[in-house]
Nanobody, 123 residues
Framework: QVQLVESGGGLVQAGGSLRLSCKAS????????MGWFRQAPGKERQFVAR????????NYADSVKGRFTISRDNGENTMYLQMSGLKPEDTAVYYC????????????????WGQGTQVTVSS
């Protein structure tokens, strides 16, 4: 089964940028559709973006559309989330997730999760 490790989180000022990475191991990465979710303290886990197995189809939550870009490199077994125009409300732990099915905006549809990486945006 695939294992996922996120990296790239940190502290950034409002308006800044970060790029998150999700490195996959133990599995054929291109067999998995992928997604990014986030969870702020005291709140439910929230969909951020998703990408198909080939990378040809992507979808974003309205709250990040136009600011975040999801991508993947199947040769490097890695998915990315380029975040720009960051806002304090983007502060959360960001998780990557994988599914053998089609990409989804529902966390319940994903079978494998990383441990998360903290993103903190200061005002």
């Amino acid at each position: 089964q695939v294992q996922l490790v996120e990296s790239g989180g940190g502290l950034v000022q409002a308006g800044g940028s970060l790029r998150l990475s999700c490195k996959a191991s133990r599995g054929t990465f291109s067999n998995y559709a992928m997604g990014w979710f986030r969870q702020a303290p005291g709140k439910e886990r929230q969909f951020v973006a998703r990408i198909s197995k080939s990378g040809g189809n992507t979808n974003y939550a309205d709250s990040v559309k136009g600011r975040f870009t999801i991508s993947r490199d199947n040769g490097e077994n890695t998915m990315y989330l380029q975040m720009s125009g960051l806002k304090p409300e983007d502060t959360a732990v960001y998780y990557c997730a994988a599914t053998r099915g089609v990409s989804s905006s529902r966390s319940i549809d994903y079978d494998y999760w990383g441990q998360g990486t903290q993103v903190t945006v200061s005002s």
